[in-house]
T-cell receptor, first 118, second 114 residues
Framework: DSGVTQTPKHLITATGQRVTLRCSPR?????VYWYQQSLDQGLQFLIH???????AKGNILERFSAQQFPDLHSELNLSSLELGDSALYFC?????????????????FGPGTRLTVL | DAKTTQPNSMESNEEEPVHLPCNHS???????IHWYRQLPSQGPEYVIH???SNVNNRMASLAIAEDRKSSTLILHRATLRDAAVYYC???????????????FGKGTKLSVKP
């Protein structure tokens, strides 16, 4: 158990819909990262938040957005869903801000949310 | 970002040592070598990391070549639970806020036979 929780575990929805995925980081971790894992693209970084502020964006579509709340949990919002958005979505947390971590910080991953768009 | 190259798949017998290679010929002097693994139906998990010297922890050992252009993750006695995809990832110790994310390649799928 990594200490990172994600809900829901599974989500089935239809094209065009909007869903929200939730992530609670490990106690004390200020950084939250979101990753998408699909069969053809592998694990891809989406977005990084640190202590409530967006720090970096990766291959995140404009239809997707995220936020980190004062209690440090994070939500990933996916809208106008398409079949190709079906994937596993993982969040990870780490204690440090990326800069200054010296390349040594460890990311702890949650169990993921499996999204199926029909 | 410096790239890593790993074999697509490897097989091992249970209770035998496993050596998982990683090539990173363009590694910079400030890159740490990290290993993560992903068990079936789970999120990735940290295994080990190192800079120049060999490293050991309860999960594995990391052997780093003297020129740092390659490294090897060593599982001393493979168990069925070690069947997973293993990712070798480089992380710059001087990175800024935009580079804190992990960049995953395809990794090596390790199968362990009983």
């Amino acid at each position: 158990d990594s200490g990172v929780t994600q809900t829901p575990k599974h989500l089935i929805t239809a094209t065009g819909q909007r869903v929200t995925l939730r992530c609670s980081p490990r106690s004390g971790d200020l950084s939250v990262y979101w990753y998408q894992q699909s069969l053809d693209q592998g694990l891809q970084f989406l977005i990084h938040y640190y202590n409530g502020e967006e720090r970096a964006k990766g291959n995140i579509l404009e239809r997707f957005s995220a936020q980190q709340f004062p209690d440090l949990h994070s939500e990933l919002n996916l809208s106008s869903l398409e079949l190709g958005d079906s994937a596993l979505y993982f969040c990870a947390s780490s204690v440090t801000l990326a800069s200054g971590a010296g390349g040594t910080d460890t990311q702890y991953f949650g169990p993921g949310t499996r999204l199926t768009v029909l | 970002d410096a790239k890593t190259t790993q074999p697509n798949s490897m097989e091992s017998n249970e209770e035998e040592p496993v050596h998982l290679p990683c090539n990173h010929s363009t590694i910079s002097g400030t890159d740490y070598i990290h290993w993560y693994r992903q068990l079936p139906s789970q999120g990735p998990e940290y295994v080990i990391h190192g800079l120049t010297s060999n490293v050991n922890n309860r999960m594995a050992s990391l052997a780093i070549a003297e020129d740092r252009k390659s490294s090897t993750l060593i599982l001393h006695r493979a168990t069925l639970r070690d069947a997973a995809v293993y990712y070798c990832i480089l992380r710059d110790r001087n990175y800024g806020g935009s580079q804190g994310n992990l960049i995953f390649g395809k990794g090596t799928k390790l199968s362990v036979k009983p």
